[in-house]
C-alpha cells in the first residue's frame, strides 16, 4: 500500500481552486496578479473559462494550483457543474466598494456547495481595498459574514498587490494540512489490526458523489 512518504514530490499534489463572485469584482486581476504579477486597469468580463497553474511552496513542498476563473455574469459563464467538479478550494470574492456584490455572497455560497463538496476550503476575500474613499462594506462586516459561514477572510487589492499572494495561499496551505492529517489517518489505520478504509484509498475531500481524490493528484498521493 503506497502512502505518502519522505520520498514523495511535491508537484504530486495538484489543487484545482475556484474563483467566484459577481462580474468585475476582480477576479481575473486577482489570479493576473498572483500569477504573473499583472494587473489590467481596463480587463473585459471573462468569457467561458480560463485557468492558471502555478506552483507553491508550502511547508517546503512545492505544490501546483490549478486556477480556475470564469465570468460573474451567467451569460458569459461556463457550464456550472463542470466549473466546479473537483475543485477543493475556493476564492468567493467581492468588491468592499460595491455593496450589492457583498449582498451575492450568500448566492455564490449556495451555488459553491450545491456544485461542490461542503468541505472545500473557501476564503471570502474583499477586492479593491486600495479604492478606500469608495468603500461601501466595512473591514468588520466581511470578517463577521466569514465567522458565520465558517470561511477564512481577507481584504485585497490586485491593484497594489496587497495580500493577493496571501489569500491564495491560505486556501492552498489549509488543502494541504487537510491532505496530511488525512493520509497520516490513513497511515495509523492501516496498521495492523487497525480498521479497513474502504478500497484502500485515502478520501481527500468529497465532491459529485466521488469520494477519491477529488484534490487531485497527478501521481495520485494516496492510491493504493
Ligand atoms: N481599484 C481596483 N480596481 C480593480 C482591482 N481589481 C480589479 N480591478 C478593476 O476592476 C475591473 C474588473 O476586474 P476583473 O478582474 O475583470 O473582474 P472579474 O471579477 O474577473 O469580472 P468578470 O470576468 O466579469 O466576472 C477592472 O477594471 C479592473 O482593473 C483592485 O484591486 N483595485
Keep these: 500500500m503506497a502512502f505518502y512518504s519522505e520520498d514523495d514530490k511535491a508537484e ?128 468588520v462586516e466581511g470578517k463577521d459574514l466569514a465567522e458565520a459561514q465558517g470561511l477564512f477572510f481577507m481584504e485585497t487589492s490586485a491593484l497594489d498587490s496587497s495580500n493577493v499572494a496571501a489569500a491564495f495561499q491560505t486556501v492552498v496551505k489549509e488543502i494541504y494540512n487537510i491532505l496530511s492529517r488525512k493520509v497520516i489517518l490513513s497511515q495509523e489505520l492501516n496498521k495492523p489490526g487497525a480498521p479497513e478504509l474502504g478500497n484502500g484509498k485515502t478520501v481527500v475531500l468529497q465532491g459529485d458523489g466521488n469520494q477519491e481524490g477529488n484534490a487531485e493528484t497527478k501521481k495520485g498521493c494516496c492510491s493504493s
Excluded at 14 to 33: E, H, M, P, Q, W
Excluded at 87 to 107: E, K, M, N, P
Design 12 to 139: 504530486d499534489y495538484l489543487f484545482k481552486i475556484v474563483l467566484i463572485g459577481d462580474s468585475a469584482v476582480g477576479k481575473s486581476n486577482l489570479l493576473a496578479r498572483f500569477a504573473r504579477d499583472e494587473f489590467y486597469p481596463n480587463s473585459k468580463s471573462t468569457i467561458g473559462v480560463e485557468f492558471q497553474t502555478q506552483k507553491m511552496d508550502i511547508n517546503g513542498k512545492e505544490i501546483k494550483a490549478q486556477i480556475w476563473d470564469t465570468a460573474g455574469q451567467e451569460r458569459f459563464r461556463a457550464v456550472t457543474s463542470a466549473y466546479y467538479r473537483g475543485a477543493v478550494g475556493a476564492l468567493l470574492v467581492y468588491d468592499i466598494s460595491r455593496r450589492q456584490t457583498f449582498d451575492s455572497v450568500g448566492r455564490w455560497l449556495n451555488e459553491l456547495h450545491t456544485h461542490s463538496d461542503m468541505n472545500v476550503v473557501t476564503i471570502l476575500v474583499g477586492n479593491k481595498s486600495d479604492l478606500k474613499d469608495a468603500r461601501e462594506v466595512p473591514t
